[in-house]
């Protein structure tokens, strides 16, 4: 008499061979996988990491007086614009973030953009 134990491990293998080969989890992953097309082997160029204007600048304090330099780091709703976007270090990130924050607090900056209407 066999018992659930005498299964073959050839017919267990054929359990989930619907899914297309992706790993399991249901979802592919996200990321740069993939083939890399092109002759440079990227997909649209060679991408050149972009380095922090304050850093090049060799700035030492970000001031909370200069509202033209402070002016391009917030968006026309007054939103505080990310490193992602802006390419500037960590640092001078959280720097440039307190100085806008100075700058609003004495009306030097608007905490929101201009109205609509």
């Not at 092109?38 to 991408?47: D, L």
């Amino acid at each position: 008499m066999a018992t659930n134990f005498d299964i073959v491990d050839d017919e267990l293998d054929d359990v989930g061979d619907d899914r297309g080969g992706r790993p399991r989890g249901g979802r592919p992953v996200r990321g740069r996988g993939g083939p890399p097309t092109g002759p440079g082997g990227r997909r649209f160029g060679a991408v050149r990491r972009r380095v922090c204007a304050f850093c090049v600048d060799k700035v030492k304090f970000i001031d909370h007086k200069a509202v033209d330099v402070l002016s391009r780091y917030v968006t026309e709703r007054g939103k505080i614009r990310p490193r992602r976007k802006t390419s500037t270090c960590a640092r001078h990130q959280r720097e440039l973030s307190v100085a806008i924050k100075r700058a609003r607090y004495l009306a030097l900056l608007t905490y929101v953009g201009g109205t609509q209407g």
